[in-house]
């Protein structure tokens, strides 16, 4: 089949979950012999190749979002060259992840006559503020949904938007992670002190203020333990302040981490925490944690709760609950008999999480939706 992968944002810089889903979807496809481009924002001022199964569109434009996050997304493409890619393309199907995020794919959308298959990632915040914003983002969704003909999304919590807006069905089908560069390596190390990593963006959300409080107590009862900060974003100059203002130790923040030191860095912790309080619809950074067969403290969002299922839901905690917290990471960090049978959870988890799996689930919808599709006409 011909395919067409969407991703609204841009896939050169700040990646996320939605442009790593991409990436390797994209592969994957092309490797059991499918022709695959990715259309994607063109980044202002590129200074590299573009790779061959990529298409730019339109342009890029950087976003402090209501939602407490950085999105790097595409703005209005000329529907002209639009309508020249579409009608050289030729695509059976063509995927659009997240397609409420104005413009580009509505863009498409309109002038599509493929099957356009929608993949909800994210779970907007439950509160005041952005369910009044998305009072005013509705009425654009519900005009990109006529052009629909299949959904998915990667958890229930990232379909509850989609289906408060429509009656079709919705298939879960879960990230993925690649199981090649993910695994588990014995590191032999001389540090004479436990390792706590955060590895992510620096924004409101992930609630690092609630980690940094709860890790500065677990060190006045153990003293061989440090944690490490790696990520950018809008508040590192804050935690820097916070740090310094509470004579918090052994703290460092290593700014943004290249993805091809990123498994090295999560392979040297002892144990991995991401306290994020809302807004995650899933975790492919916990995935990423339990490949390499480092124990989790996590928020109890439900996008996280989705997969911290079972034995592994010992690593969710509430991060505003101080006293559970501290006692969260000493627990995960210490008791080498819970860690061994957090471990053995993690890796029965992670064989239905590879991407070879994920790409079959896909395929099969978008073969279902053409057969629906072609019924029809």
């Given at each position: 089949m011909k395919i067409g992968l969407v991703c609204p944002y841009n896939m050169f810089q700040f990646a996320g979950g939605v442009q790593e889903i991409v990436q390797e979807l994209a592969k994957e496809l092309a490797d059991i012999g499918h022709d695959v481009k990715i259309i994607t924002p063109r980044p202002k001022n590129l200074n590299q190749a573009i790779p061959k199964n990529m298409i730019l569109l339109g342009r890029s434009t950087k976003l402090n979002t209501p939602f407490a996050t950085m999105v790097d997304f595409g703005f209005e493409?000329?529907?002209?060259?639009?309508?020249?890619?579409l009608d050289r393309e030729n695509f059976d199907i063509i995927?659009?992840?997240e397609p409420w995020v104005p413009v580009l794919s509505r863009q498409i959308l309109m002038r599509s006559k493929a099957i356009n298959i929608a993949t909800f990632h994210a779970t907007p915040p439950s509160t005041?503020?952005?369910?009044?914003?998305l009072n005013i983002v509705i009425p654009y969704t519900k005009s990109v949904l006529k052009y629909i003909d299949g959904y998915s999304a990667v958890s229930d919590s990232a379909a509850e938007y989609v289906l408060s807006l429509m009656d079709e069905p919705v298939t879960i089908i879960?990230?993925?992670?690649?199981?090649?560069?993910?695994?588990?390596?014995k590191l032999s190390s001389d540090a004479t002190k436990k390792k706590i990593l955060y590895l992510g963006r620096l924004e409101k959300r992930k609630a690092i203020p609630y980690l940094l409080e709860a890790y500065n107590e677990l060190r006045k009862k153990h003293d061989d333990v440090e944690l490490i900060i790696a990520g950018s974003g809008v508040k590192r100059a804050t935690l820097e302040k916070l740090v310094q203002t509470e004579g918090i130790p052994d703290v460092t923040f290593l700014?943004?981490?290249?993805?091809?030191?990123?498994?090295?860095?999560?392979?040297?912790?002892?144990?991995?925490c991401s306290p994020a309080m809302y807004g995650e619809s899933f975790g492919i950074v916990l995935l990423e944690a339990m490949a390499l067969g480092v124990p989790v403290v996590a928020g109890n969002n439900p996008g996280y709760a989705s997969v911290m299922t079972n034995e592994g839901r010992i690593s969710l905690v509430n991060p505003k609950s101080g006293t559970d917290f501290v006692h969260r990471l000493e627990?995960?960090?210490?008791?080498?008999?819970?860690?061994?049978?957090?471990?053995?959870?993690?890796?029965?988890q992670l064989p239905s999480y590879s991407f070879d799996k994920i790409t079959k689930k896909y395929l099969a919808l978008y073969k279902e939706v053409k057969k629906q599709h072609d019924k029809k006409t």
């Open positions: 493409a000329e529907g002209e060259e639009i309508q020249a890619i995927h659009f992840h005041i503020v952005s369910k009044s914003l879960p990230n993925g992670i690649n199981l090649e560069i993910f695994k588990p390596k700014g943004f981490i290249p993805e091809k030191q990123k498994v090295a860095l999560i392979q040297s912790a002892d144990l991995y627990l995960m960090l210490y008791n080498e008999e819970m860690r061994t049978v957090w471990k053995k959870w993690a890796k029965k």
